[in-house]
Every structure is written in C-alpha cells, then in structure tokens.
C-alpha cells in the first residue's frame, strides 16, 4: 500500500488534490514568460470555472434527482419517459423554458422584474468560491469565509423582495413579505449557532474548521450536535423547502413571489432553489461532517469525492424532509425561530465558551477534553429537545391566539378539532 | 519577477475622494428628499463615505496601531444599524399619527 | 488576503454571467421568431386565481413586519460583534468569556422586553 | 500606496459603480428603486473595503448594511401607502446642491493640498482576531456601550411601533 501511495504521491497524476495537477501547469506557463498576475488569473479562471461546471452539471443533475426520489417517497415514478430512467428530462425542461412565450405583467416596473431571479442565482453560486474541497485545492481561502457565506446568502433577502414588489401581484407581494420576514428571523439562529464552531475552531477560516477536525479527529457534528440541529431547520427555512415553504403555498397565496414569473426567468428561480440546496448542503459537510477529511479515508479516497458524497448525503435529507413532511404555519415557524432556537443557540455559543475555556485553562489532553465536551453537547442536545418536546411545545399552539382577520371584529379562539374516528365507522364514504 | 508594463498606483488622496464624492451625494440626497426614509438614505451614504475614508488611513497613513481604523469602522456600521432601526420607526410613527411622511409637512414644531 | 477574494470576485462575475446565459439565449430566441410571442391584455394582466385583479396591488402592511426586521438588525449587528471576539477567544482566558456574557446579558434584557411586549407573535 | 494593478484597477471599477449607484439612489423617483440602489451601493462600497484590505469589515458591511439596513428600509417603505413612496425634493434642492457641490470642492482642495504622512507598513494580513483583541483590551467599554447602545435601540423601536399595531389591518 505504501509502494502505491509513493508511486503517485506529489505527481500530477495524483488526482487526491487536483492542484497536483496545475502546479506543473503554472511552472510551465512561468517557464514561458508569463507573468505572476498572469498565472494569477489563469489560476483563478480555472478554478471558478470548474465551480461554475459543477454548478451547472448540478442544476441539470439535480432536477432529475429530486424529482425522482419525491417520485419515490411518494409511491410514484417520476420523470421516466425521455431516456433511460428520465434522465433527459432535465434538457427537455430547459428547452421548452427558453422557448416558451415570456409573460411579464404589463404593470410590473421592468428591470426589477428581470434582475430578481438572476440576483437570486447569484449568491448560491458565490458562496462556492470559499468551500474547500481538498488539502489544497480552495478558489477562495478568505480568512473570513463563514461571513462571508453569512453575508452573501442574507443577500438572497433582497432578490426575494425585489421579485414580489415587481410582479405587483398582491398574491406575489403577501408570499414575498412573509418569506422575507421568515428568512430576517432564521438568520439570527444561524449566524449564532456558527458561533459554537468558531470559538473550537478559532478561525472564520472554513480550511481552518477543517483542519481543525482533522487535527481532534473528530466531526463537528460530534462535538455540535445542538448546533447541527439548530442550522439544519433554519437552513431548510432558507432555503424554503418544506417543512417551511410557505414561500409556494399553493393553497395560500397561489405560487409565492414567483407566481407572475415564466418561461426562463421561472427556471432560474427554480434552478437557483437547486443550486442553493447544494451549496448549503457543502457548507454543511465542511462544517459538520469534515468536508474532504474522512479518518484516513481521503489518503486513498480524493477529498473532493468525499466532499462530493457527503453533499449529496446532505441533499438527500433535503430531499427527504420534502417529501415527507407536512409545512407549518407561519406563526408557528417564526415563533420556534425566536423562541426557541434564537435563546437556544445564545445558550449554546456560552456552553462552548466554557468548554473551551477549561480546556485551554486546564491544560488536560484533548484524549480527555474531546470526549468530555461530545458527551456535554449530546447531553445538551437531546435534554433540550426532551425539555423542548415535554415542556415547551404545547405552547405553539394549534390555533393562532387571536385570530384577526379584520379590525374591529374579534374573532374568538377555533375551537379543537376532533379528528373523525375512521377506524369505527368504518371510513370515510 | 518580470517587470510588469504600466504599474498602477493608488494614493491615499483618491481613495479620501471617492469617500468625498460619495459624502457629497450623500448630503445632497439628506438635504434635499422629501421623504423621510429617502433622508435616512442620504445619511447611510454619509456613513459609507466616512467608512471609506477610516478605512483608507487605516490602510495607507502612518499609524501605531492601524487597526483603530478598523474598529472605529465597525462601530460606525453598529451605530448607523441602531440610528436606521429607531429612524425608521420614528418615520412610521409619525407616518401613523401625521398620515405622511413628507417632512416639510410634518411642522408641528414651527411657530 | 486581497488576492483570495480576487479569485471570489471572479467567481462572483461568472456567478452573473452563469443566470444570464439562459436569458439572453430566451431573448435570442425571441429575436430569431422561434418563440412564440402574441402578447395581448389578458395575457400580461396578472394572475390572481383567474379573476380580473382587484384593487392596486401596493397595498399598505402590517408593523409587524417591521419588527421583526428590526430584532434581525439588532441580532445581526450583536453576531458581527461576537464573531471577532470568538476568532480571538482561545488565549484570552477567563477575562474574555465575562466579557462576552456580560455582552449578552445586557442584550438579553432587550430580547426579554421584546418577548414580553409580544413582538415575535405573529397576529 | 498601494502598487498592485489588480487591486487597483479593482478599486476604480468598485468606486465608478459605488458613486453611481449612490448618483442613482438620488436620481430615481421611486423609493424602492431607490432602496435596491442604495443596497447596490454598500455592495460596493463593501468592495472597496476589500480593497483597502479591510477583509472583516467588509462582510460585515455586506451582512449588516446590504442584507439588514436595507431589509429593515424596504420594510419601512412597504408600511407607507403607494402614493408616498416617491423620491422627490423640496424646495431646496438648489441649495442642497450648491452646498454639497461646495463641501466636495472643499474636501478635494484639502485632500490635494495637505501633505499625508504615508506609511509603507503593507496590507493587514488578517483583521478578525485582531479586531477581537481590540474589542477586548483596549475598546472593551465601547464594546459593552455598543451592547447598551443596542439594547436601547431594540427597545426604544420596539415602543415607537407598539403602540401603532393595536389598530392595523392587513
């Protein structure tokens, strides 16, 4: 095995760190007389190429997947008529796209209307550009990466709006509003529950984060269960899918903020839902699962194929909350937002403060520390969802409080619904 | 290194001009708007330009500790975020009470 | 430092480019008469469950909206405080972590008020 | 001075949008439009940060100012009815501009005509930690006054726009 890894350590053939690969390339090109802000940019340029590659390949791939594996989880079978197993079905659904007649409303101020979905594509793409996908190989490797991801995709906000406002569609203004003030609300548990990582980590740096579980030889999801938890339902909110898209309520408020939006535009909000599910899906296995560092593994295994797994791992529980899962009510999603998981991950971020501060006082090995904080934070996380699930939740009642369709008229408390007893009746006719 | 074909260079005095010209905007747009959240625009853009031009002695002029700069620029952003949130509460209850929010209509104050 | 977020401004350029694509292909198509293009009033009318549309649609809304943006701004400016301050935290000692809850604590008090007064209900 | 073409190419594009963002900002009529391209503008006054090497500051320009301010400005447009939402001036636009014409000429005259002590320290490598340290040692009560700062905020807005939710619609 040795022998193996010595043939190919260090050569360009050593497709564990693709940067094998180009390094030969830059001396090259120096060897040319090419300058450094040459190189510079043709090294740049590949990299953001193959970002956007992947992203694209992503965006075709992913329609297929997700609509298969719903297909599935629903006892249907999905995309299956164009090639084998549907798998053209994504080309066909451009092509008729960009073919289709394009329906703006004639009201709608123009340029809004048309910048909305690309500003919407945008930030999903760009947050791609800090995600490190092996020991080396990082487009971006900012020291501040994870505001970076945070600043860029609270920008996603604004597009939302922008697409509501310009459809003048009061169906698409009310969808845009209330997506926006779930999203404004989801953002403060996300951004504190990062919090926990960067305090272990002691860097912003998202090669940093993984390095660090490379050097504790452990996953951050061990050592931040509750902050895993408190990420993965915000994100979810984010990025609207169920169990909170009231974004595309069908039966509330027609499609949401995209309801006046066809032909292209339509598919790059669409295409855009698919690439942002994918990029948070990174951030999550860079975060939480090791990104390209797997015990070992990536020795012989290259990183940026493990990254690639672990991202569609991600994915498929994205996938799965979808097709399985009922959508909540907006008063119930943004009361859990601040009242439980916002204090939630307060409490959290001063958990972590403590951990690390015995840790760095004591001066105890991390043999004792690492183990000792994993129990801690589990114990955190399951006693809180049990406080959570025993005391708490009957407060995010079945009915809103006051229900006031109108002002002036009080309208009372609905009254409990009993369910039908089917099983006696012998069901329904 | 090959020596490059033109080098460019950025002096502190553009980067305090572009902070200039962005505050000039932003006094004219404060002095002028009728409306009370487009004043409020006026003065975030007068912030930025103060932003810029902390930033650019932070970068470039001669300093002990040059990171002042920096932290004096994240206290600007943390007070114009407080001064924004109580502003724009401000315009929608005078909004509210005054059915506008056209300050030379709002002139409860003149004798 | 500044040359890492050249390579992300890069990216960001082709992040634009990459949505434009399909758009200009859509509107070249359009130029090429291989869309179809008939527009006409109910076509560009916009949809509201297939009745003609009621009233303006830039109607007023609720405060509540407003609060909510507003507790955000102010979670927000807290984390941009608190991400520097958990970046330098190892070393610090004992003194750091005081700080810290010291910070939120004063915070908390906000947040309790903003419980208390009711502003994250919805209705 | 910074001697990088790329940073400073960088700079000019970054500025020439900024300005013209902020020129459009007090050209359009519509308030919301003007909210978007006062957003465009931090972007890119958040890029010019960058470029002066101020990598924190930055993002926290683009989550604050770009992903909240405006938020909370869109927000405070949508709860004023349709017919207020425009951008116009009062009567003393003339005014406004002379004087801000004035400021810009003498700001400029000042900028060229003062000698600035230059240093050739080089750019931050990294701001984060030691902006944490700074918050922490030498600024530790501005620190805890900004948390002051706030919490007042929260509560003073939370009071202004209490008492208007008992009789709202929609």
């Known amino acids: ?429 | 290194m090959h020596s490059p074909v033109l080098t460019l260079v950025l002096h502190l005095e553009e980067v305090l001009i572009v902070g200039a010209a962005l505050f000039a905007i932003g006094l004219y747009v404060a002095l002028s708007k009728r409306n009370a959240i487009g004043i409020l625009m006026g003065i975030e853009l007068m912030l930025n330009a103060v932003n810029i031009t902390f930033l650019g002695f932070a970068r470039m002029s001669v300093s002990e500790d040059p990171i002042q700069g920096h932290v004096f620029a994240v206290f600007v952003i943390t007070v114009a975020a407080a001064e924004a949130a109580v502003a724009l509460a401000l315009a929608v209850a005078i909004y509210k009470h005054r059915e506008t929010v056209n300050i030379d209509q709002i002139d409860l104050l003149r004798w | 430092m500044i040359d890492q977020f050249g390579r992300a401004g890069f990216l960001l350029v082709f992040a634009v480019i990459f949505p434009l694509i399909p758009i200009v292909a859509s509107v070249a198509l359009g130029l090429f008469k291989i869309r179809p293009s008939k527009p006409d009033p109910i076509k560009d009318s916009i949809y509201e469950c297939g009745m003609v549309p009621i009233g303006d649609a830039q109607v007023r809304y609720n405060v509540r909206y407003y609060v909510f943006g507003l507790l955000f701004v102010v979670f927000d400016v807290e984390a941009v405080f608190l991400y520097p301050w958990a970046v330098a935290y190892v070393g610090l000692g004992v003194y750091a972590f005081f700080e810290a809850l010291i910070f939120m604590a004063i915070l908390f008090i906000g947040y309790a008020y903003a419980w208390r007064k009711g502003a994250m209900e919805w209705l | 001075m910074i001697e990088d073409n790329g940073i400073v190419i960088a700079f000019w594009i970054l500025s020439a949008t900024t300005i013209a963002c902020a020129l459009m900002t007090a050209a359009v009529r519509e308030l919301v439009q003007a909210v978007l391209f006062l957003a465009l503008t931090f972007v890119g006054a958040a890029g010019i940060y960058i470029c002066l090497s101020a990598d924190f500051v930055a993002v926290a320009q683009i989550l604050i100012y770009a992903g909240a301010v405006s938020v909370l400005m869109t927000f405070a447009v949508m709860l004023t009815p349709a017919a207020d939402r425009h951008n116009s001036e009062t009567i003393f636009q003339a005014p406004a501009l002379v004087l801000s014409g004035l400021l810009l000429a003498v700001i400029v005259f000042v900028v060229l005509d003062t000698d600035w002590a230059i240093s050739d320290a080089g750019a931050f490598q990294t701001t984060a930690a030691s902006l944490g340290e700074a918050f922490l040692k030498p600024y530790v009560v501005p620190f805890e006054v900004a948390s002051v700062l706030l919490m007042v905020a929260m509560i003073g807005a939370i009071v202004l726009t209490r008492e208007l939710e008992e009789d709202d619609d929609a």
Request: hydrophobic share 55%; aromatic share 14%.
């Open chain 1, 1 to 429: 095995m040795t022998m193996l890894l010595d043939l190919i350590t260090g050569y360009w053939w050593d497709a564990r760190d693709l940067s094998n690969m180009t390094r030969p390339l830059y001396e090259f090109l120096r060897d040319q007389g090419v300058s450094d802000a040459g190189i510079f940019v043709i090294s740049a340029l590949l990299g953001t190429l193959a970002i956007i590659s992947f992203v694209g390949a992503v965006a075709i791939i992913n329609i297929w997947v997700e609509r298969r594996v719903v297909g599935r989880m629903q006892s249907r079978l999905g995309p299956n008529r164009l090639g084998p197993f549907g798998l053209l079905q994504p080309i066909a659904d451009a092509i008729k796209l960009m073919q289709k007649e394009v329906l703006q409303p004639a009201s709608a101020p123009g340029w809004i209307y048309t910048v909305a979905p690309i500003a919407f594509t945008v930030p999903g793409i760009a947050i791609l550009a800090v995600i490190p996908w092996g020991r080396n190989m990082v487009l971006a490797n900012l020291d501040v990466g994870l505001l970076y991801i945070l600043g860029l995709s609270s920008l996603a906000v604004l597009s939302v709006f922008m697409a509501g406002y310009s459809s003048n569609n009061k169906y698409s203004l009310f969808g845009a509003m209330r997506v926006i003030a779930m999203l404004v609300s989801y953002e403060i548990p996300i951004v504190a529950g990062l919090l926990g990582i960067v305090l272990f980590a002691g860097s912003m740096n998202l090669q940093e984060i993984v390095l660090f579980q490379e050097e504790h030889w452990a996953f951050m999801i061990m050592l931040q269960p509750l902050a895993f938890l408190i990420y993965f339902f915000s994100i979810s909110a984010e990025l609207n899918r169920t169990p909170a898209d009231i974004a595309e309520a069908e039966s509330e408020i027609v499609g949401g903020y995209h309801t006046e939006y066809s032909g292209m535009k339509f598919g790059l909000f669409y295409a855009a839902e698919l690439i942002n599910a994918v990029a948070v899906s990174a951030i999550i296995a860079t975060l939480f699962l090791g990104g390209w560092w797997t015990y070992k593994l990536d020795e012989f295994i290259p990183g940026w194929m493990l990254l690639i797994g672990k991202i569609y791992g991600v994915y498929f529980i994205f996938v799965w909350t979808r097709g399985t899962l009922p959508r909540f009510r907006i008063d119930q999603l943004l009361a859990f937002a601040w009242k439980w998981l916002t204090p939630m991950a307060l409490i959290n971020v001063i958990v972590v403060a403590a951990e690390v501060l015995l840790w760095n006082e004591t001066g105890w090995s991390d043999w004792f520390w690492i183990p000792a904080i994993i129990a801690i934070n589990t114990a955190l996380c399951v006693g809180l969802i049990v406080f959570f699930v025993k005391v708490f939740a009957p407060k995010f009642q079945r009915f809103p409080t006051r229900p006031r369709f109108y002002p002036g008229i009080d309208v009372p408390s609905l009254p409990a619904v009993t369910p039908p007893d089917f099983a006696r009746k012998g069901g329904p006719a």
